[in-house]
């Protein structure tokens, strides 16, 4: 294979996106893993992670891997000079590429859902963060640690939040909730409190609550209070990262891009239209849209950039990289 190819990395706090791209746009490769964020499974562990689906890569291919000119890994809870320092001197040990690029999955998001490359992103998925992009090249990033940074909205959030109304309501603290038996069933327990005591003990792992968000999502389409309150304060803070990035990357600035994504946000239609409203109706001078394209393609369109890549390389790339079909992970 003469022509150049990059390699792409998206990894959120759910899943890892990889692929492999040829200079004018076409996608070689595609490999999904669990998550690789730093937050999880250490700097270390999250480059054996990549390295794994670098391997997966490889033997989609026949064995035979061409060296990538470029990678672009956008990694959530990258999020320091430091880890990103770190995290690419582990790439490099690797020598997986002739230059590369680390940062936040959050500009990858940014990258994927905004031509211009410049604007808002929030990510809304297993946990929340947001970045922003000025025209002038100003960034305004958050520290996004969770609670402990005052972060809120993420489907791990909406699920401890869940399993606490359905105690509440069991207990008679709180109001009658369909989530007092949503909760329980879905992990195979006869109580919410159950479930408390399961995560308090480690026999069941805290980042499994993340899987409690849809419920949380389905119950308020029906009307449930408790959760249709949960919902709406995930959607004001998607609203607050997105004017907190705004107002200090993009003071002054009219017509920018919002690009809303993330798990939550792409999987439920009804949440993404209703956050789509809220932020619009806060920021009429913005142009807010949930991404249809993968994250992993904006990766792909700043490792391209490294290596001067053809004209119509981008739009075959956000075309290829389109969301992953349901069960599968595969590209459209």
């Not at 329980?184 to 919410?192: I, R, T």
Request: proline share 4%; aromatic share 4%.
């Amino acid at each position: 294979m003469n022509e150049r190819v990059i390699l792409a990395v998206d990894g959120g706090n759910s899943k890892t996106d990889l692929a492999l791209v040829a200079e004018d746009g076409r996608v070689l490769a595609f490999e999904r893993g669990p998550s690789c964020s730093p937050h999880r499974v250490g700097i270390a562990g999250c480059a054996a992670a990549i390295e794994g689906l670098v391997e997966a890569a490889r033997e989609s291919l026949g064995g035979e891997l061409p060296r990538p000119a470029a990678a672009a890994v956008m990694v959530a809870g990258v999020d320091r000079d430091s880890e990103r320092r770190e995290l690419r001197s582990h790439i490099l040990g690797r020598d997986w590429a002739d230059l590369v690029e680390v940062g936040n999955d959050t500009l990858a998001l940014l990258r994927a859902g905004s031509e211009s490359g410049w604007g808002v992103a929030v990510v809304c998925g297993a946990g929340v963060n947001a970045l922003g992009v000025g025209p002038d090249g100003r960034r305004a990033t958050f520290a996004s640690l969770g609670a402990i940074t005052g972060d809120w909205g993420g489907g791990e959030d909406l699920g401890v939040a869940a399993v606490g109304a359905a105690v509440r309501a069991r207990d008679g603290r709180g109001e009658a909730t369909e989530l007092e038996e949503l909760v329980p069933a879905h992990f195979g327990m006869a109580s919410a409190e159950e479930v408390a005591f399961a995560v308090h003990g480690r026999e069941l792992e805290h980042v499994r609550l993340a899987e409690l968000a849809p419920l949380v999502l389905e119950a308020a389409e029906r009307g449930d209070e408790a959760a249709l309150s949960l919902r709406e304060r995930s959607v004001e803070e998607i609203w607050t990262f997105a004017r907190a990035a705004a107002a200090r990357a993009l003071d002054g600035v009219e017509g920018y891009d919002i690009v809303l994504g993330g798990s939550l946000l792409s999987r439920s239609e009804s949440f993404g239209r209703l956050a789509l409203e809220h932020v619009q109706a806060e920021l009429p001078g913005s142009r807010p849209s949930v991404s249809d394209v993968m994250p992993v393609a904006g990766s792909a369109l700043i490792a391209l950039e490294l290596i001067g890549a053809r004209d119509g390389a981008p739009s075959k790339v956000r075309e290829a990289l389109g969301h992953a079909v349901e069960g599968d992970g595969a590209p459209r």
